[in-house]
């Protein structure tokens, strides 16, 4: 097997490889740790590389493979994880030049699950300052390898960037306005948005609380199952995680789409949309149909408060994690993360309180809506694919934020879990993606209706050349 062969290879299938020892987890992580230092010079996806333990976690891996101790299907699978998650005895920086000799004495929830799946970690990936807007002025940006111009997405571009060149088989993501979504959709992966409590917070940096989810970036609906049955499930240390059980995701997803109720709202889904967009929701809609979905017409409530609501609900509670070093340090801050602070520090009890109530509103009416259908399918952003250029003045921009966030921001509001799946490209030969979007904890659906819409299209195959 060539080594592009094997870095493109899916997380289930190396792992399947591994575990009846066709291949080695040392020489996998050997291949990966090679293709990381020749390529990543120039796309920047990685703050850390953690070759040392990554290596002696391979070894360990062979070793209980050997014996024939199987932990599941990351076992011995090299992987790697947002910077924003702890990592014992490696620095977590959070994107922040603040906290950039921050080393945790011990790892995040999601970080231990993954090793005690038998997941290799690789290193750290690159994010915005804070998981917010833009990264730090004095941080280079990961480059989207498909095109240098384009976006590489936002918060979790090293994830994005890292995973579609090949230089791990999956990471962690986290998403709390759309930060596992528009790396997904920028890099052409298939990222999974758990419902909110899913995952353990336990352990990463906090943007805004109650948005915030950590998830899975890879390269199919069946990887991104994969890894989210490594990481979901209780946890003492985070009473907000859910205590329902963790089902198999990959159990029954060859199921296809025969029977499902899919949502289509036409007007939401185009309004204020490019034409790349809409032509592959064309296509996306055709293939649902051939696949044998039932398409029915819904009408979304309206999500123009609760993306409204977004901005100054995100700034207070992101106010809260930072209010023992800003403003008191607000040197060390970039400008678009301090703007959204100084946002939530001008929010009333009373501006909060009315936010509080719409969410619960809106919310309310989403759950209703899944009362007739049994997946909703929308656009990943109005935007296909947006210039570096264009971005410039995303931190910053309202109104740009808001095109942006259309599809996005209010599945973190109402803590829906959804699956961004890459379905065309630009006439650049940059990916474009969709959602579909689920009841919450039916994250099974969403991976068997991605993995249904991978049987008969090929996008999610192709790789960048770099």
């Not at 009846?20 to 050997?30: D, G, I, Q, Y």
């Amino acid at each position: 097997m060539s080594n592009q062969e094997l870095h493109y290879l899916g997380l289930v299938e190396v792992g399947q490889q591994i575990q009846r020892k066709a291949l080695s987890p040392v020489e996998v992580t050997e291949a990966q740790l090679a293709r990381i230092a020749a390529q990543d010079g120039a796309l920047q996806s990685y703050v850390r590389v953690m070759a040392d333990q990554a290596l002696a976690d391979a070894r360990q891996a062979e070793a209980e493979i050997g014996r024939g101790e199987i932990r599941g299907p990351l076992h011995g699978v090299p992987v790697a994880v947002k910077d924003l998650c702890w990592t014992a005895g490696v620095p977590t920086a959070a994107g922040m030049t603040l906290y950039q000799d921050f080393v945790p004495s011990e790892d995040g929830t999601a970080v231990r699950k993954l090793r005690e799946a038998g997941a290799v970690i690789l290193g750290k990936l690159q994010l915005t300052e804070s998981a917010y807007a833009d990264h730090h002025p004095t941080v280079v940006p990961p480059v989207n390898p498909w095109n240098a111009a384009h976006w590489s997405g936002a918060s979790s571009s090293g994830s994005g960037v890292a995973t579609a060149a090949g230089l791990c088989y999956g990471s962690l993501g986290t998403d709390t306005g759309g930060s596992i979504r528009f790396p997904s959709a920028a890099n052409g992966l298939t990222g999974l948005k758990p419902t909110w409590g899913r995952v353990s917070r336990y352990g990463a940096f906090e943007l805004a609380a109650t948005l915030d989810h950590i998830g899975p970036m890879t390269r199919s609906a069946a990887d991104a199952g994969a890894m989210l049955g490594a990481i979901a499930g209780a946890d003492p240390k985070d009473p907000t995680a859910s205590l329902a059980a963790v089902p198999d995701y990959l159990a029954g997803m060859e199921r296809g789409l025969q029977g499902l109720r899919i949502g289509i709202d036409a007007r939401w889904n185009s309004e204020g949309v490019d034409e790349a967009t809409r032509q592959v929701m064309v296509g996306v809609l055709a293939a649902v149909r051939d696949l044998g979905g039932e398409l029915r017409e819904v009408v979304f409530p309206d999500p123009t408060q609760a993306i409204a609501d977004w901005f100054p609900l995100c700034a207070v509670e992101a106010a809260v994690v930072h209010e023992s070093t800003y403003p008191a340090r607000k040197n060390m801050y970039g400008p678009a993360l301090s703007g959204l602070l100084d946002l939530g520090h001008a929010q009333t009890g009373t501006d909060y309180q009315k936010i509080v109530l719409h969410r619960h509103d809106f919310s309310g009416k989403v759950r209703a809506l899944f009362q007739d259908i049994d997946l909703l399918l929308v656009p990943a952003q109005g935007v296909a694919s947006p210039t570096l250029e264009r971005m410039l003045t995303f931190g910053t921009d309202a109104d740009l934020m808001s095109a942006m966030l259309r599809y996005t921001c209010p599945f973190d509001m109402t803590g829906s879990p959804t699956i961004t799946l890459p379905g065309g490209f630009t006439e650049a030969g940059t990916p474009i993606a969709f959602q579909f979007v689920a009841r919450h904890f039916d994250e099974a659906l969403l991976v068997r209706a991605g993995w249904a819409y991978q049987q008969m299209t090929d996008w999610h195959r192709r790789h960048p050349a770099l």
